[in-house]
């Protein structure tokens, strides 16, 4: 089983709709988590930290359930820049990557 | 602020040959970080360093790579021979301080192709 569990995708969705990502991840000692975001063909760069009560950054919010060992991304109101591949990742005492879901975003 | 500056930015080589990658992180950041990341998955942690020393190269192949960071700035990541399944990107990252609860800032990466 792999640490860090995403769906692929691809999800193709029409600007303005509403998107949600899900992780799974197998280590309940994981310390912390986050969302990466990485552009086809350049390096991963950090969207948001993922914390216990919920978060929110304009129009994305990130939810943990550690009791579930599950983390989610949702993205409201799509842009065609919100196009990319998403990164869950957890920290174990060193980071551990899922292998990404991808999101296009058409017009 | 500069970011992580990393070259090649990509190399051709045959199977069995050799090869380096450099890496030239955030100034004033204390832990350099060499990530492997295969076309379709996430990036995996090969070695990490705080300041010049090894924190973790627990899933390096060591018969193979070798990495050195001798004056706690900049770093060197060898593959040597390289097998086809060495194809992928070779990403640096760095952080402030280490324990993973910073933000790592990544480097454009080194597309590597072993043919």
């Known amino acids: 089983r792999k640490e860090v569990e995403q769906d692929p995708g691809p999800f193709n969705v029409p600007e303005g709709a509403t998107v949600a990502f899900n992780c799974t991840y197998s280590?309940?000692?994981?310390?912390?988590f986050f969302w990466y975001r990485q552009d086809c063909r350049k390096e991963p760069k950090l969207l948001m930290s993922?914390?216990?009560s919920g978060n929110e950054d304009g129009r994305f919010t990130a939810q943990l359930n550690r009791a579930s060992q599950y983390i989610s991304l949702l993205i409201r109101d799509s842009k065609l820049s919100d196009s990319a591949t998403y990164l869950c990742?957890?920290?174990?005492?060193?980071?551990?990557f899922g292998q990404g879901t991808t999101l296009q975003v058409k017009p | 602020e500069a970011g992580v500056a990393q070259s090649p930015r990509y190399k051709i080589i045959e199977k069995r040959q050799s090869v380096a990658f450099w890496c030239n992180p955030i100034?004033?950041?204390?832990?350099l970080y060499w990530y492997q990341q295969i076309l379709g998955q996430g990036p995996k942690l090969l070695i990490q360093?705080?300041?010049?020393?090894?924190?973790?190269d627990s899933q390096l192949p060591k018969d193979r790579f070798s990495a050195e960071r001798l004056k706690g700035v900049d770093s060197t990541l060898k593959i040597q021979p390289a097998k086809l399944e060495d194809s992928a990107v070779y990403l640096c990252?760095?952080?402030?301080?280490?324990?993973?609860?910073?933000?790592?800032?990544f480097g454009p990466g080194t597309r590597l192709t072993v043919t």
């Open positions: 990252a760095s952080s402030l301080v280490g324990g993973s609860s910073h933000e790592q800032y």
């Open positions: 280590n309940s000692a994981s310390q912390s």
């Open positions: 993922v914390y216990s």
């Open positions: 990742v957890v920290n174990v005492g060193k980071l551990i």
């Open positions: 100034s004033g950041h204390a832990t």
């Open positions: 360093f705080q300041n010049n020393g090894v924190v973790d």
